[in-house]
Structure formats: structure tokens, C-alpha cells
């Protein structure tokens, strides 16, 4: 899975690495490899902001526009200017629970870079005044969890962690925290429960932002494993060269884990907002094309949760204000890919059923919506569909969450894009994000359900009632 | 809804219109009280929200448009604006009734909480006529069992998390959670670990649908079928008022009414359970008299009531009124515990009248000490001593109340006594005292000289200290108790008390003069001759101990047990076995055939709960009513109409012509409380008493005897489930008594050998049992504890009443 493309025969831009400049180097996971290899000198960022006042690492990040790599997009400056002030202890959480499918970004941060994370952690864990950071890692990430607690090791050794760091009177530390494989857990809020050894179910906000209420009802910043990743590159060069790459808006860059039909599928890192979906499928650097010269269908452009992008909208930019405007999300940088030969129905029902699978059934609409949901898509697929049950699908997915859903624009068919995000009966987005491919698939190709609805009688049915198809 | 003060009032708009609110409430409250009912699952008053159901799903707009919102989690705050009609509202709360009942069975007309089911009301007042979800439903094994009592059917579980922020929040026993995730998710106990929290019954109350039901009441009515009224519970003295429903002359159901200064809609199980007692087969139903085959065979009433009143007279006409005496009373009706008092006092003229039994407090503690209610106990940021027995096992409910007040309301407890309880882990410090010691234990910590300084400190800083006061140790003189309160009394003036008595209505009781050397009103001997009344004893007479001592001795004729089995609750067995032998003639007034009744020449057919109206006071001096639903079985009658018929053939009039109202009107001379009461039974809360105390304080001093190294100091206490004769007449509670054990810490069980399950001999001055012995991390080292009335062990045995401490030597036998 190393295969951040280098060769590059159209640009004539160098694109800066600002995480993934250690993702080719053997040994760039070690304490030696940090700081021997990469885009920048290991925990010398570190170093420079112990030289600084919290307050002055807060104004930088937010100076830089360091926007959230975990879904959202916000900033992460911001995000730390929302500790209720006066009130301690304080924590930092970096949520390594990735788990939505076609991501795998941080992990690759989590298993080549651990150190990049620690140095990113300990920088904020510096700027919020927190005395101890958590790292969550996903629980079926051994691979990750076991670098970690070797680069943890080596960072405490050499006193980047622990008691008056590099002579200093910071202190910190660092617990290495696995899940227990729930999706659920993402969400910043389950991910707290969790720490705290309760179910994994999300708190509502409000009042539980966990910036004011977090971990132990203390404040507490949860940040994306990349968010964090990018502290270290950001002191180290410094808040105009950062924001000189990508956009105004969203400056840095993105890593995309590029999935589904191209020819070159893995983990690029991308400027935000220069690049678009089409250089990604097709430049040589990225993806390579389609796979087998087939024509693109449908693609996801931000992980399983978000609302499916067309043919019409490959020449948009990699930016989550775009992206969000026309109807989806760049989420966490997962892109699915799929061409012709795709069955958008199954392709609908094997998205909704992660959903009603990882459901954690705290609230009504998403615990019973969206298994309902999926065992209508799964009659559909059957042969054993309804007329009525395109309409009665429709109808579930608005009582899970109400109103226009954001879609793409299909001008051919006179449809506008409805922006995200989506409106909740739930306390959590993952029962509306089973809505997204449901309302995608329906409204570009609800001629394919129908198809399979009406072919029912052809379809053989066993004596239990159950088809054999 | 709870009623609530508005101290800070906004204005929001509700549909529409301009409605005022307390700031910070939560929205589902203030549009409910201001006549827009929201519907709910998941939200309850007492529990925290967590907005999981989602039926409460309105349009709030607090300058941004309208969202919807989960109106539970939502505080008030001014020129919010809230729609809870608007077509969005509708079709958010009808699709998540749709999803409710998508996986739900419907079995409706087999369910008990068919007719009464949050679910079915809110289904017809609100859901689609027919169901659209055509897919198999989940299926469970149904129902299951989770504890003794409660079983969950998890089909109809619609997961809306009360049962289990009861027990965890509530109830302080987080043994129910829910399990798996997703459409699987379902509540359930963890492997192999009962549900076993003496709160579980609450759990079925407070459940929206069929999903957890209580065996005693299972498949037994319908609710519509049911006939109720709101009583008080008189299973311990905390006076939970309760609703009591039957159904063909049968209670069937009791449910906790959410009454603020007393039971915040909870119930132990119980207090909850308990009323199965009234329908046991072995209840009596008419008078037994001894004949002369010495069997006890039943008799009509004016028989029994004529060879009682001649006994009585001859014993009036022989060695005078003193020879009379009447023992308990604690279980009876004020009105009841009066017209006995005036009877005992007035028309037979004996003062050796008591109605606790040696394990409660003395008349002039409870009566003379300035008292605190419960909520001012439990007042946030207040410091409370607590010194009374252990309040999960015997008054449960103000348990309930301290754990709440310690994890919610910044309630600082500390807790002095002979072991840790209960209520230790939510108590701010816990100091243990060995029996006989609490004294100079607490003046240590008044006096700042102690080491435990954090509990000195709170005791010191307090500004305002709650004491609650009670005997934690059945083998320590009351005396101790005395010295005790009177210490507190003198080092910290303004301290209040709380009595942590045990039995219903021992207060009303002493009220109404059941005690020695007390006439109603907490009136003395001394004083004047109470209105009605024709006289009173030419002399003060003796307690519990005393007369038993007396009858022991041959010095008591007619020894009338009012409800009290001496055999089974007086501390020093031994005496009361030769009391009960000793007197004469022995009248027991019961329900049923207790072990003492049985050993009495006459059982007078008694009333019990729900079957006789009236009132009564609780520990904190509340005055609550008991109504009547039921008839008694046969022919058994209410106390007072015992007493009223007995003067009668005596020679006088209690002055009743029609009902206990007669006897409430002629109380009210006696007590502001009762002047509401003459015009009919209280509504709601109650009254309180005056609380203020009285002039009537004594002091005492103990000589206790230094421990020796040889010995163990007793510690005799209850438990919430024993051999108890109401407890083994309710079908639930019966078998749920532990078994009799003597627990060690592990500091003194190691030199024993004792490793868990050891036999024991526990040898007393006065006598020895053998019992199997076992480590209990809440003893203290030096102490040694037995249950009462648990098992065939019998740890009264080993006590004599009047010694200050009773040591023991545990040897392994």
C-alpha cells in the first residue's frame, strides 16, 4: 500500500509531502527515521513551540487554517479556542478509530509515521494546556497499535513525553488506548464514552460539545490522527509556506485514499482545492485512469457516508467547501470509485447494510430505520420488491432524516444540488449517512430498482419463501 | 410533571403564542405545563435525559430557524421559540412511532401493560392505522427472568434506557445494561448476575411498555379493571406514599406516587411487594381462644371480647391497673394507637404501655429532639451526621434520598458507626466506632482531638448540621443512643434530628401517648388531664424491657401484645421467652398467628393494610393517609373498634359514635397536624407535626466495660429480607432471607482459621450459638456481626437486656 506515486510525467509542480514524507522510508516509523528523513527535522517542531507561549501555537494553527481531516472540516485553531476557559484538567484525544469504509489514511499516518502523531499531539496537547493526551486506535489495527507503543516508548525515552519535557516545565502524557470495533466510535463523542469504558453510543450535542463537557465532563479536544499529523510540518516551515499550498480557504494538503475501479488504487496526498476528482481518477501520479478504460459511473467523494458524485461533477476541486455546496462531502478523504459495470442497487444495499450493521441503537429512527432500510434493499435485490417499496424507502430515509437530502446536481434531469449536510431525527449523523446512498442511487437510477422490482415473477422462490438467487 | 416555583420566569414563544417559563428548565416540562403535552419514552422526571427515544422531537428556534430537537435535552431560555405542531413535528413523531412499533410483537391482549401502555396510547393517539414494515420481526425468548421478581420480555423492549439509568443512577446497582448494538441491542443482566437490587420493582413502574413485569402482579387484572387509592406505604417508617390497586376485593399492585419531600415516585421491593402479606391464606380471620385441650381455636367476637374484658377487669379488681400491660403499637393507625392509648391510660389506668420493643428509641428522643425532615437533610450543600442503622436495609427509601443528595446535591455524609453500611460509598467520610464507643468517638470528632480529620472538619465547618439518629446495633444499650444525642446536643446547639425509627408508625405511636409516662401530645404525666379524657395513671410505669421483666416475674396479669411479637423482635430473647411464659394471660391483637401469638390465651383478629383507613406519622413526623380498599378477611376488625369495644364492656365511652374520624377530631386537641385530619383524611403530602421539640431531654452516662483481647464486640442488626412474619407471609420475600451467618473481618478471622464458610461457636456470658462464619470487608476489626431473625440461629440468645455492649468469643467449632 505504499504507493504514493513519485514518477511524475504531466506536473510540473513539485507537490509538497507535508504527512506522507515518510511513508516510503523503511525505517520512518523509528525515532532514528523521524528525525533522520522527511519533508522536516523530527520534534523540532516540538521544540520551537516550547519556545513559545500556548496562546502563540494556538494563534499559528489558527493562523494557518488548519481545517479537521476527520469529516467535518473545522478548523482545528478554532476548535481549541472552545475550551471553557479556566477549567482543568483538559485533554487531548487523537481519534485513530478509523473505520469508514474505503479510508485507510490514518493508518497508514498511524504505521509509517507514529512519531509525526506524537509530535503533533504533544504540540497540541502544549497549546490547550493539557497534561495528558489519549490515542485511540482502532482495535483491528494491530499493526498500528503495536508501532505506536514502540514509538511511544522511544519518544518517552528520549523525554519528548513525560515529566519536564526537554527540560522544560511541560509535562505530558500519552495513553495508548485501542477500540473494540465499533464505526460508531468515530464520532467524537461514542470515541469519549468509550475511553471512559462505557458503550460506545454518542452524547448529545448539546450539551455534550466536548470542548466545554469532553472526556470525565472536562474539556477535551478530540482531533483527526492527520489533523494532528500536520502540526509538525506546519512550526517547522511556518504559516506562509503552508498556506501557500491549496486554497485560501482550505490551504494544505489532503490525503486521499483513492478506492474502487482505477487503475492505480492507494493513499495520495493532494494539494486542498487545486487538484480535481478527474486528476485524481486519471493523472498518472494518482490513479491512473479508470480501471480498464471503462467509463465512470458513479464515485464517492468523501468515504461511505457521503452522497454519491457523477460523471458531472469529476472537474470538481478537492475541497470540502466545493464538495459540500454541490451536495456531498470530501469527509475523510476516502474515494470510491466505480464504473459502468456497477450495480447500483447492490452497490446501495451493501453500503446501507455497513450502516444498519454498525448502528449502535441508542436512538429510534437509526436503530430500527436503518435495518429496515436495508432489508427493503435487500427484498429489492431479492426479486422479491414492491412497486410501492421505491416510495416506502424514500419515506423511511426522511424519517431518519427529514427534508431535501443533499444530492448532486443532474441538470439533464432539472435536479439542483442541495448542499450538505443533511437534517437528523438522530442524535448522530450515522443513521442519516444511510440515507446518502439510497437517495444518491434513486435519483440517478431508479429505473435499476425498478428493473429488479419488476423482474420479480422470473425470480425462482423457494418453498421457505426465501429466493435462491 | 413535578410542580415547580417559577423563581426566574421567561417568556417563549409555544405555537405560537407567549408563554412564561422557568429559565433553564427543560422545554418538554414547560410546554407540558403550559398545556402542551409532548409525547416521551425515554424521558422521566427523576432520571437524567438522554434523548434517546426521539419522540420528543420538536421545532425549536433559538435565532437560527426552526430545528428539530429532542425537547428533553433542551433547557428554556427567554425568546426561544418552540413548535410542537407544526407538519414537520408530526411527521417526525409519527415515523419514530413507526419505528417503535416496527420490531414490537403487539401482543397488546395478552400484555399486562395493555391499558395502560405509553406505547399503545401514544400508537392510537398518534401512529398509522396499519403497519408498513412487512419483514419478519426480531424474535427473543420471552420473557426472561432478571432477578427474583422481575422478568423482561425483550421483544417488547423499546430501549429507552429508564430501567437501566434507574439502576445505575437511582438505585446505586448498574446490574442491567444493554447489550450488543444496532437492532440487536437489548437490555439484559450480565452473565450469570442476577438483577438483584432491593429497588427492581421500580424498574417495572417506570418501564413505557410491557417489557419488564413483577411476578406478583403478572397476568393477575386488568388495568382497567382495577379499583385504587392513594395510601402510604407502612412497610418501615419513611411513609412512601404509594397508590394501592385491587381487583375483586384483592390488592394486587402497589405503585410509588411521586410525592417531593418523601419517595420521588420510588419504592423498595419490599415496601412494593409486601401488601401479598394481606392476601396470605394463614391470615386469622376471626378471634382464637385457647381451650382446654390448650389448643387455639377459633371463637365469635363477643365471646373473645367478653373473656378479655373480664380478665382485664379481674386484674384492675386484683393487683390493680399496673397489672395490665400493653406492648406495641407501632404498627396501628394513629387513630388506632390513640383510642388504645386512651384505653390503656384512661379507662384501664395502666402506664405499662410501649410500643417499640426495646429496639427503638426512647419516647423522650424522638419526641424531644428539634427534628429536621427529610428534604432538609437532604438540602443541597447540607453536612449530615448519619449514626442510625444501615438505611439501604431498613429504611430504603431514605437511602435513596442520601445517595441522591450525595452524588447530585453536593451532600457531604459522615457516617459514624459500629460497621461500614450501605450508604458508605456515597458518604463523604465513614468512621467506625466499636459498639459501646460511639460516644467518645464522636466527641473526638466534635472536639477536633480525632484523627480522622476530614470527618472532623465537615462535622466542624457544618453550619447547619443534620443528624440522623438511630440504633445501628441492636446489642448496645439505648442508653448509648441517649448519652449520644445528648453529646451532640451540647457540643453543636443547633444540630436537628432525623429519628431513623423502624417500625410504620412508631412516631404516630408516641404521638398518641403509646409510651411510658407519656399521655397524646407528647404530654407527660405531670402535666394536665387530656380533653375526653376521665383519668390517667396514678403512676409512671415501665418500657418494653420493664413490663417484660415484670411479666417475667409474675407481676403482669394480662400482657396485650398490640401487633407485637416480643418472641421474634425483642433484642434479649431469653426474657421474652420467660416473659411470655410468666404472665398470666397473654392477648395478642394480629393479623396473624405470630410466634408469640401462638403461646397467648386469646388472638384478637386484626386488620392489616388496605384494609383499614386512617393515618399515619412517619420517622420525619409527616401525618399521611391510609385509605381503605379492601375488607379484612372474615370477620377481623380495626384496632380501634377492638379498643372501643373492649372500653365499652369495661364500663366506658372513647367517645367514638361513627368512625376513626371521631378519634382524629378528639387528636386534634392534641396536635396542630391533626386539626386537618379531624375533617378527613390528608391529601397529598400530608402535614407535618411540629417538629420543633419538646422539653423532655434527659442525659445519660454508660460505663461501658473495656474490650478485652479475648473478645469480640456484637453488632446485632437487620437486614432488609428476614424471617420477619410479614415478610414469610408475602409469597415473593419469602425465601429471600440470607441465611444466619456471623461476619469477621478478615483481621480477626485470619488467627481463626476461618476462610469463608467456617462453622463458628459465638459464646457469649449468656449463652452461644453455632453458626457458620464468614469475611466481610465492611467489619471493622474487634467486631463481630449476626443478622436478626435470619435462619434458625438465634442471635438474641447471646444478649441481655440493660447490658451497655454484649462480647462475644467466636471460636471454630
Known amino acids: 500500500m505504499s504507493d504514493t506515486a513519485v514518477d511524475t510525467q504531466e506536473s510540473t509542480q513539485e507537490v509538497p509531502k507535508v504527512v506522507s514524507s515518510r511513508f516510503d522510508v523503511d525505517d520512518g516509523h523509528t525515532l532514528h527515521g523521524y528525525t533522520q528523513s522527511g519533508s522536516f527535522e523530527g520534534y523540532a517542531a516540538l521544540r520551537r513551540a516550547l519556545t513559545m507561549t500556548p496562546g502563540a501555537v494556538s494563534e499559528l494553527v489558527k493562523d494557518a487554517t488548519l481545517l479537521g481531516r476527520g469529516g467535518a472540516g473545522f478548523p482545528a485553531g478554532v476548535k481549541w479556542g472552545f475550551c471553557a476557559p479556566d477549567v482543568w484538567p483538559r485533554y487531548v484525544v487523537a481519534n485513530g478509530d478509523e473505520s469508514e469504509p474505503g479510508t485507510y489514511k490514518d493508518r497508514l499516518l498511524m504505521e509509517r509515521d507514529p512519531h509525526q502523531l506524537i509530535e503533533g499531539s504533544l504540540i497540541a496537547a502544549y497549546a490547550i494546556g493539557a497534561a495528558q493526551v489519549f490515542l485511540y486506535v482502532r482495535g483491528e489495527m494491530p499493526h498500528a497499535q503495536e508501532r505506536i507503543a514502540a514509538a511511544l516508548n522511544e519518544a518517552y525515552e528520549a523525554n519528548f513525553i513525560g515529566k519536564n519535557i526537554l527540560g522544560t516545565d511541560f509535562s505530558v502524557d500519552i495513553v495508548l488506548t485501542f477500540g473494540a470495533g465499533a464505526y460508531i466510535v468515530g464520532e467524537e463523542t461514542a470515541l469519549i464514552e468509550s475511553l471512559e469504558g462505557n458503550r460506545g453510543m454518542p452524547r448529545l450535542k448539546p450539551p455534550f460539545f466536548p470542548a466545554a463537557k469532553g472526556l470525565y465532563m472536562m474539556p477535551t479536544i478530540v482531533n483527526n490522527i492527520e489533523t494532528l499529523s500536520n502540526l509538525p510540518w506546519l512550526l517547522s516551515h511556518g504559516v506562509r509556506e503552508y498556506r501557500s499550498i491549496g486554497t485560501e480557504a482550505s490551504p494544505g494538503t489532503r490525503l486521499i485514499a483513492l478506492s474502487g475501479d482505477v487503475e492505480r488504487p492507494g493513499v495520495y496526498e493532494v494539494p486542498q482545492g487545486t487538484t480535481t476528482f478527474r486528476e485524481l481518477f486519471e493523472s498518472e501520479r494518482y490513479g491512473g485512469g479508470i480501471r480498464g478504460g471503462r467509463e465512470l459511473k458513479m464515485f464517492i467523494p468523501g468515504g461511505a457516508s457521503a452522497p454519491w458524485f457523477f460523471p458531472e461533477q469529476v472537474d470538481l476541486p478537492l475541497e470540502g467547501r466545493v464538495v459540500g455546496a454541490e451536495g456531498s462531502m470530501l469527509g475523510s478523504g476516502a474515494v470510491v470509485v466505480m464504473d459502468d459495470t456497477t450495480d447500483a442497487v447492490r452497490a446501495c444495499w451493501r453500503l446501507v447494510r455497513f450502516f444498519a450493521r454498525e448502528s449502535c441503537g441508542k436512538c429510534t429512527p437509526c436503530r430500527e430505520g436503518t435495518v429496515w432500510e436495508e432489508r427493503i434493499l435487500r427484498r429489492i435485490l431479492d426479486g422479491q420488491g414492491r412497486p410501492s417499496d421505491l416510495d416506502l424507502l424514500l419515506d423511511v430515509a426522511d424519517n431518519i432524516s427529514p427534508g431535501p437530502y443533499p444530492l448532486a446536481a443532474h441538470p439533464e434531469a432539472g435536479l439542483e444540488a442541495v448542499p450538505f449536510p443533511p437534517r437528523q431525527t438522530t442524535i448522530c449523523p450515522l443513521g442519516p449517512s444511510s440515507v446518502a446512498p439510497i437517495t444518491s442511487a434513486i435519483s440517478r437510477f431508479r429505473h435499476e430498482f425498478e428493473g429488479k422490482i419488476n423482474r420479480k415473477d422470473s425470480i425462482p422462490v423457494t418453498s421457505a419463501g426465501v429466493t435462491s438467487v | ?813
Open chain 2, 1 to 813: 410533571m413535578r410542580d415547580i416555583e417559577i423563581t426566574e420566569p421567561v417568556e417563549i414563544t409555544l405555537n405560537g403564542e407567549l408563554v412564561t417559563a422557568q429559565n433553564g428548565e427543560l422545554l418538554i416540562d414547560a410546554c407540558e405545563r403550559n398545556g402542551s403535552y409532548i409525547p416521551r419514552f425515554c424521558y422521566h422526571s427523576r432520571l437524567t435525559p438522554v434523548g434517546m427515544c426521539r419522540m420528543c422531537l420538536v421545532e425549536v428556534d433559538t435565532g437560527r430557524g426552526p430545528a428539530l430537537q429532542p425537547s428533553c435535552m433542551i433547557p428554556v431560555s427567554d425568546g426561544m421559540g418552540v413548535d410542537t405542531e407544526s407538519d414537520g413535528v408530526a411527521k417526525a413523531q409519527d415515523g419514530v412511532l413507526e419505528f417503535l412499533l416496527a420490531n414490537h410483537p403487539l401482543d397488546c391482549p395478552v400484555c399486562d401493560k395493555g391499558g395502560e401502555c405509553p406505547l399503545q396510547d401514544q400508537a392510537y393517539a398518534y401512529g398509522p392505522g396499519e403497519s408498513r414494515f412487512v419483514e419478519e420481526k426480531r424474535h427473543n425468548e420471552k420473557p426472561i427472568p432478571i432477578s427474583e421478581l422481575v422478568l423482561l420480555d425483550r421483544e417488547r423492549c423499546i430501549l429507552c434506557d429508564r430501567c437501566t439509568r434507574f439502576a445505575d443512577e437511582v438505585a446505586g446497582d448498574p446490574l442491567i445494561h444493554f447489550i450488543h448494538r444496532g437492532s440487536h441491542t437489548e437490555v439484559n443482566t450480565f452473565p450469570g448476575e442476577p438483577f438483584a437490587s432491593y429497588f427492581s420493582g421500580n424498574t417495572v413502574q417506570i418501564c413505557p411498555v410491557g417489557a419488564l413485569t413483577a411476578s406478583p402482579y403478572r397476568f393477575k387484572a386488568r388495568p382497567w379493571d382495577l379499583e385504587e387509592t392513594e395510601s402510604t406505604c407502612t412497610r418501615c417508617s419513611v411513609g412512601c406514599r404509594v397508590v394501592v390497586e385491587s381487583s375483586r376485593n384483592k390488592v394486587l399492585r402497589l405503585q410509588g406516587v411521586d410525592s417531593d419531600p418523601v419517595n420521588w415516585s420510588w419504592l423498595c421491593d419490599k415496601g412494593r411487594f409486601g401488601f401479598q402479606a394481606g392476601n396470605s391464606g394463614n391470615r386469622l380471620s376471626r378471634p382464637l381462644q385457647r381451650c382446654e385441650s390448650g389448643e387455639l381455636s377459633e371463637v365469635g367476637w363477643n365471646t373473645a371480647l367478653d373473656s378479655a374484658a373480664s380478665v382485664i377487669s379481674a386484674a384492675i379488681a386484683g393487683r390493680g391497673p399496673q397489672s395490665v400491660a400493653v406492648l406495641g403499637g407501632a404498627r396501628l393507625t394513629n387513630e388506632s394507637a390513640y383510642s388504645w392509648a386512651k384505653l390503656a391510660k384512661d379507662v384501664i389506668g395502666t402506664d405499662n404501655v410501649d410500643c417499640q420493643l426495646g429496639d427503638g428509641l426512647p419516647a423522650e428522643l424522638v419526641l424531644g429532639l428539634p427534628g429536621a425532615s427529610i428534604d432538609e437533610v437532604c438540602e443541597p450543600g447540607a453536612t449530615v451526621l448519619y449514626l442510625g442503622p444501615d438505611a439501604k436495609e431498613e429504611l430504603p427509601i431514605l437511602y435513596l434520598r442520601l445517595r441522591h443528595a450525595a452524588d447530585f446535591d453536593g451532600v457531604k455524609i459522615v457516617e459514624v458507626g459500629p460497621t461500614l453500611t450501605g450508604l458508605s460509598p456515597y458518604a463523604a467520610e465513614s468512621v467506625t466506632a466499636v459498639p459501646g464507643e460511639t460516644p467518645s468517638v464522636l466527641a473526638a470528632l466534635l472536639d477536633g482531638t480525632s484523627e480522622h480529620v476530614e470527618a472532623s472538619a465537615l462535622l466542624r465547618n457544618a453550619s447547619d448540621l443534620k443528624v440522623v439518629i438511630g440504633r445501628a446495633n441492636l446489642a448496645e444499650d439505648e442508653a448509648i443512643t441517649v448519652q449520644t444525642a445528648d453529646l451532640i446536643r451540647e457540643s453543636v446547639p443547633g444540630a436537628t434530628f432525623l429519628p431513623a425509627l423502624r417500625r410504620a408508625n412508631v412516631r404516630g405511636a408516641l404521638e398518641a401517648g403509646l409510651a411510658p409516662g407519656f399521655l397524646p401530645g407528647g404530654a407527660t404525666l405531670a402535666g394536665t388531664l387530656p380533653t375526653g379524657w376521665q383519668s390517667m395513671p396514678a403512676e409512671r410505669g415501665g418500657g418494653a424491657a420493664e413490663i417484660l421483666e415484670d411479666a417475667a416475674n409474675g407481676r403482669v396479669d394480662v400482657l396485650i401484645l398490640l401487633g407485637s411479637d416480643p418472641l421474634r423482635d425483642f433484642p434479649d430473647r431469653s426474657l421474652a421467652r420467660r416473659a411470655l411464659a410468666g404472665a398470666k394471660t397473654v392477648i395478642s391483637i394480629d393479623p396473624f398467628v405470630n410466634a408469640s401469638a401462638e403461646q397467648a390465651d386469646l388472638v384478637l383478629a386484626a386488620s392489616m393494610f388496605s384494609e383499614s383507613a386512617g393515618t399515619t406519622t412517619s420517622l420525619e413526623g409527616r401525618v399521611t393517609a391510609l385509605n381503605q380498599l379492601v375488607t379484612p378477611p372474615g370477620t377481623a376488625r380495626d384496632d380501634w373498634m377492638i379498643a372501643v369495644d373492649l372500653a365499652d364492656r369495661l364500663g366506658a365511652d372513647l367517645g367514638v359514635e361513627t368512625s376513626a374520624d371521631d378519634l382524629a377530631e378528639e387528636m386534634a386537641g392534641f396536635s396542630d397536624a391533626h386539626v386537618v385530619l379531624g375533617d378527613g383524611a390528608p391529601v397529598g403530602d400530608g402535614v407535618m407535626l411540629d417538629i420543633s421539640g419538646r422539653d423532655l431531654l434527659t442525659s445519660a452516662e454508660v460505663e461501658v466495660p473495656p474490650a478485652n483481647a479475648y473478645s469480640l464486640r456484637l453488632v446485632l442488626n437487620r437486614t432488609m429480607y428476614d424471617k420477619g412474619t410479614l415478610l414469610e407471609e408475602s409469597e415473593s420475600s419469602a425465601g429471600l432471607a440470607g441465611e444466619s451467618v456471623v461476619k469477621l473481618s478478615a483481621a480477626d478471622a485470619a488467627p481463626l482459621g476461618v476462610d469463608g464458610s467456617t462453622q463458628v461457636k459465638v459464646t457469649s456470658e449468656h449463652g452461644s450459638v453455632t453458626v457458620a462464619a464468614t469475611i466481610d470487608s465492611r467489619v471493622p476489626k474487634g467486631v463481630a456481626v449476626m443478622h436478626h431473625a435470619l435462619g434458625d440461629v438465634d442471635a438474641g440468645t447471646l444478649l441481655v437486656h440493660g447490658d451497655p455492649v454484649c462480647d462475644v468469643r467466636v471460636e471454630v467449632s
